[in-house]
């Protein structure tokens, strides 16, 4: 089973470019989060869709970034106007619909995430 | 808010030797993840922990789960240098089904 891609890996830009990123997700996994990974931090996520709509976009700078996920499965998350503190990893995780009760749980899997170094 | 902690930050052991990482959290939740993660690359998830009294074992790594404590520990046996890895704990905020709030996670790096 292939896992969630991101393209592209690497990024260099300077301040107030823009810039996207992809995600292609597993199959099937109806939930999509892109999380910040800034050095020698743990992720934070910035936004979570369930199919194409937005469950949690709380801690997204609204001002600079954005998401979609058109159709409910590849998304794209951009940047614009970048700062020098947007430098991080950009990660992508999938699940399978997170279940609310009961004894299950829904894995996240991540793609190899996205270095961005804005100059 | 939930918070996350870890402790230690940075941890420096010998092959062959015991250690424990822990991972507090500030308010209830009944779901916790271990994951590693090797520099430049992704997260690889270890060990989800369901319940209180929960233990999961592969190979030297071992992990558990406090829930009135708000305490997991990853225990690693006999260190060995392929182990040096960075680890998370990450605990899903209640009534949120998958949002995850990541430790500040732990460098670990065996040496010979």
């Known amino acids: 089973e292939a896992g969630v891609a991101q393209s592209p890996r690497y990024k260099i830009i300077e301040k107030r470019q823009s810039v996207a990123f992809w995600c292609n997700p597993i199959s099937g996994h109806a939930t999509l989060y892109w999380y910040q990974q800034i050095l020698g931090q743990g992720p934070k996520l910035l936004i979570q869709?369930?199919?194409?709509?937005?469950?949690?976009d709380s801690q997204l700078p609204k001002d600079r970034f954005s998401a979609e996920r058109l159709k409910g499965v590849d998304s794209t998350l951009k940047i614009q106007p970048a700062k020098l503190e947007d430098s991080a990893v950009y990660l992508c995780a999938s699940s399978l619909v997170p279940r609310t009760s009961g004894r299950g749980y829904n894995e996240q899997f991540f793609g190899p995430g996205t270095r961005l170094t804005v100059l | 808010e939930l918070k996350v902690e870890q402790n230690p930050l940075f941890l420096s052991m010998q092959e062959g030797k015991n250690y424990t990482i822990y991972c507090n959290y500030s308010t209830t939740s009944d779901r916790l993840y271990w994951y590693r993660q090797d520099p430049g690359k992704s997260l690889e998830s270890l060990f989800v922990l369901l319940s209180n009294g929960a233990v999961k074992q592969e190979g030297r790594l071992m992990a558990s789960l406090d829930t009135k404590a708000r305490l997991s520990t990853l225990h690693i046996t006999a260190a060995v240098h392929d182990l040096s890895a960075t680890y998370f704990c990450?605990?899903?905020?209640?009534?949120?089904?998958?949002?995850?709030?990541f430790g500040t996670g732990t460098r670990l790096q065996v040496t010979l």
């Open positions: 869709f369930q199919n194409n709509g937005v469950v949690d």
């Open positions: 990450a605990v899903v905020n209640t009534g949120t089904a998958s949002k995850l709030t």
